[in-house]
């Protein structure tokens, strides 16, 4: 649904490209996870498709369409991106917050639709916030504050989501929720493209991961491919060894102390 | 052999130095004769009939047009920018600013006397030309008293006393007879606007208001004591002047503005354009501004 | 419900307000008076205070506290800052090197110094623009701002350099109108004001909702589709020049623009939409009361608009400031 092909971005002042001849896809049905140390690219991939840094070269494909050819609301309805921080300058009820979702289907002259009652409750209930709607953001915890920012996302009705680190500030608990969350939606059909750098988790839920390394894909396909010991050592160059425990049905990875390598 | 003590070396030394102790304390008694003589910064003024100063800077148009009606002029080797009168002033070189002066434009004419206004603005001034051995002589010249008294210190500092008592004493004849020929005439009442935004007119603190007084007619303001203090357009309706004095440019803009329609003295077309020239700034000619102002006050009435 | 109470006490403020700033004055007149004035009967001074003094005075400090108040709503939300306002950004500078060029130089002509002070406020404003693009900050409004400062602080050298060599007159002259006042209304200024705000008022409103989003964050308004830098710069640039317009009209007229937005939000309005509206209200109602003050405070004289409205925002935002810590 959302394809990558070859994509190049540089930033000003920079001497290597943040993003690197990037090509892979995003399909509809599955989870899609890029993953990567710091540093390399995986944030700028998701600038790079909200148009906020320009791509020097390559493409971004929405459903066939360049997204660089595509009216920015017309991409937003197709494509609902959550980015990783937002600030919270001027609070809002947690109700109409969520409500602002809407606004790439909406036009000046009417602030509301009548689809929109039915896309906001749909959002609502999947994320979970029903009991926050009356709150105000700013009285939201950290927790909290992701969910209602994704049912925002999800108000906007796109086939296709993508989230930049989204559990960061989670607990067990409300991580483990979010990712359930996620392969739910797949479930249902939508893509889903999710920046972590919780390899772990990223490892029992995704059909398929994308390793980044300064800017260029290193290794891309299920999480057992990817997730091994040789590859993932000279990407975050630290000792690793890779456990797969029946229990879980997906590979883990555990960082060694150095000086206890054991081979 | 041993002398007297009267004729010892060391004892010629102290008569000496008594003698010129003596003589120096007689002239300084002479002079404190003249000490209670002080400029309105509270200095002494000097007497220039025994050392005339040859080079004078005047920073002030009143002093400057004083100085050559003392016929002092050729003595002038300084003014400020907007001293223009008399005509000959022009020639004068110009040294810029009178309120916070530029010092160093100043001493590059070498000046004996310098003349100042007495604004608190130039204690500054006045400080620094003193440290660098210039006299300097302060002068207040807002009000008719403040006049004359400018007029006789420097008299004083310039060595024409004599001519200086003949303009005090013209001068406050001419406003006695002004004074005296409108004594018994109706006093119109009257606002004088100076400035319009923000509107600012003639106050009591001005000279211009006992200019008014002599040429018959009262200031509405009189009681305000700023010389030109702000007030609102609406106040001056509610104090209801009877007519308008205003320059020829300010009469051109109050004549055609609809706020000022609201006046009734403009409504009825009573406003009054005064020469500029003449009463700008308390000068030897008070007398003809005093008689100009009344005739503008009285049509026909004075002579 | 609290909203409903605001909207209802500000328009009541307004009008209480409104009328009781054209029956006081320095002339004492009475509410009779003051209808028959209107209706065009009684004492000719009367009807001429009234109509050509009091009312477009009124009128146009209606205007004022409108246009600064919605100006100020809209630059607070789109550059995501609860203490943006228009004289930030360049607009108070370049209008006040504008309006003391043409005072020093003696322009005159009524229309000459509103003019000047819109030229060098627009002027100051597209420098600002202009100045943040180089430092490369697009869509960052701490650039912005930034940017603002520093054309504000050229901006107050230029206006030294202006007044040193001025005499005193002019410098009192060039003083006053930097200080803000609506003393100089007539109904010319008021008509051109009006239609400034008016169109003023429906730009901003249309694009209020996109305020809203700006107000997210970059990445969340280009995540729902917004073209950041584009309708950034776009409100920004319809603030300014209404602010310029109010400055045009009335010289600097402090806090207004600071100050509205917040009492406002005080009432519990949110969307962007109805803070605007409700700024233009609640402005529109500070600046008349603010020029009452200052035509009964000290008479004869009258206080300057832009020191009424800096001494009623300064203990407004130490209150803020103690909610804060």
């Not at chain 1, 930033?11 to 989870?31: H, I, Q």
């Not at chain 1, 979702?101 to 036009?107: A, L, T």
């Not at chain 2, 310039?158 to 008592?165: I, P, S």
Request: a positive charge; hydrophobic letters at 55%.
């Amino acid at each position: 649904m959302i394809r990558f092909e070859h994509v190049v971005v540089r930033y000003r002042r920079a001497t290597g490209a943040a993003v690197d001849d990037v090509t892979f896809s995003v399909p509809r049905a599955r989870v899609t996870a890029v993953v990567g140390p710091n540093g390399s690219g995986k944030s700028t991939l998701v600038r790079a498709l909200l148009r906020t840094v320009p791509l020097a070269s390559g493409d971004i494909v929405v459903d066939d369409i360049p997204v660089r050819s595509m009216d920015r609301r017309a991409a937003a309805r197709r494509v609902a991106v959550v980015p990783q921080r937002e600030e919270n300058v001027f609070p809002l009820p947690v109700r109409e917050f969520i409500a602002l979702g809407r606004y790439p289907h909406q036009d000046v002259w009417r602030a509301a639709i009548d689809t929109d009652d039915a896309a906001i409750d749909r959002a609502v209930r999947l994320a979970g916030v029903v009991p926050l709607l009356d709150r105000s953001t700013a009285e939201l915890s950290g927790g909290e504050w992701q969910r209602v920012r994704i049912a925002r996302a999800l108000a906007q009705g796109a086939d296709a989501l993508v989230l930049d680190e989204p559990t960061t500030f989670l607990d067990i608990a409300h991580e483990m929720a979010m990712f359930e969350l996620f392969a739910l939606l797949a479930r249902e059909g939508q893509a889903l493209l999710v920046v972590s750098h919780q390899l772990n988790l990223v490892a029992r839920f995704a059909h398929q991961l994308v390793l980044l390394h300064r800017g260029r894909v290193v290794a891309a396909g299920s999480p057992s491919d990817v997730m091994r010991a040789s590859i993932l050592e000279q990407v975050y160059d630290w000792p690793i060894v890779i456990t797969r425990d029946p229990a879980v049905g997906a590979p883990s990875l555990l960082p060694l102390r150095r000086g206890t390598h054991v081979l | 052999m041993e002398m007297p003590f009267v004729f010892s070396r060391g004892s010629l030394f102290v008569l000496l130095t008594v003698v010129v102790a003596a003589t120096a304390s007689c002239g300084r008694e002479r002079a404190h004769a003249d000490a209670s003589v002080l400029d309105d910064f509270g200095a002494r003024v000097h007497d220039g009939t025994a050392h005339t100063p040859a080079r004078i800077v005047s920073l002030n148009p009143t002093t400057t047009e004083l100085l050559f009606a003392l016929g002092a002029g050729s003595r002038l080797v300084g003014r400020t920018h907007w001293d223009v009168w008399p005509d000959s002033a022009r020639f004068v070189p110009d040294v810029g600013d009178g309120i916070r002066p530029n010092i160093e434009a100043v001493l590059a004419r070498h000046p004996q006397l310098v003349v100042l206004y007495a604004s608190a603005d130039n204690r500054p001034a006045a400080q620094r030309l003193r440290a660098a051995g210039v006299e300097v002589l302060a002068l207040k010249t807002d009000g008719i008293t403040d006049f004359v008294r400018a007029t006789h210190l420097l008299g004083i500092a310039t060595g024409e006393r004599a001519a200086a008592a003949t303009i005090a004493d013209t001068v406050q004849r001419s406003l006695d007879r002004v004074r005296r020929e409108t004594a018994t005439l109706e006093r119109p009442r009257v606002v004088w606007p100076v400035w319009e935004s923000p509107l600012m007119v003639i106050g009591g603190g001005s000279y211009l208001t006992q200019l008014l007084e002599i040429a018959g007619a009262r200031n509405i303001y009189a009681d305000i004591s700023a010389p030109s203090p702000q007030v609102s357009l609406e106040d001056v309706i509610r104090r209801a002047p009877d007519a308008v004095l205003v320059s020829p440019e300010g009469a051109a803009r109050i004549r055609t503005d609809p706020a000022w329609q609201a006046v009734p003295a403009v409504q009825h077309g009573r406003v009054l354009v005064i020469d500029t020239s003449l009463v700008l700034r308390p000068s030897v000619r008070l007398g003809e501004a005093a008689r100009s102002l009344a005739r503008l006050l009285h049509p026909g009435r004075i002579p | 419900m609290r909203r409903a109470g605001f909207w209802t006490a500000s328009v009541l403020a307004l009008i209480l307000l409104a009328l009781a700033a054209v029956v006081y004055g320095a002339v004492p007149l009475s509410l009779h008076d003051v209808a028959a004035a209107i209706t065009g009967q009684g004492d000719p001074a009367t009807i001429a205070i009234v109509r050509t003094l009091r009312a477009p005075r009124v009128l146009l400090a209606i205007l004022v506290g409108a246009g600064l108040g919605m100006s100020g709503a809209a630059l607070q939300g789109s550059l995501r800052n609860a203490l943006a306002e228009p004289y930030l950004l360049g607009v108070s500078g370049g209008a006040a090197v504008g309006a003391v060029c043409a005072v020093a130089l003696g322009v005159s002509g009524a229309a000459a110094l509103p003019l000047a002070a819109f030229a060098g406020a627009a002027i100051a404003t597209i420098a600002t623009l202009l100045v943040a693009r180089a430092a490369g900050g697009r869509a960052d409004p701490r650039v912005l701002l930034m940017a603002g400062v520093i054309i504000g602080a050229f901006a107050n050298a230029a206006i030294m350099i202006a007044l040193a060599d001025a005499p005193p007159n002019r410098i009192r002259g060039a003083l006053w109108w930097m200080m803000g006042s609506v003393a100089d209304a007539d109904w010319t200024r008021v008509a051109w004001l009006f239609v400034y705000v008016v169109i003023g008022a429906a730009l901003l409103l249309w694009f209020g909702r996109d305020i809203d989003v700006l107000a997210l964050g970059e990445e969340p308004a280009a995540g729902l589709g917004l073209d950041v830098e584009r309708a950034g710069r776009r409100i920004f640039l319809l603030s300014a020049l209404l602010a310029a317009a109010t400055v045009a009209a009335a010289g600097l007229v402090g806090f207004v623009g600071l100050v509205v937005p917040h009492l406002v939000r005080m009432a519990g309005v949110r969307r962007h939409r109805t803070l605007i509206a409700g700024s233009a209200l609640v402005g529109g109602v500070l600046v008349v009361a603010a020029d009452l003050a200052a035509r009964v405070l000290r008479p004869p004289a009258e206080l300057p608009l832009g020191a009424v409205t800096a001494l009623i925002g300064v203990p407004f935002f130490l209150v803020q400031l103690r909610r804060l810590a």
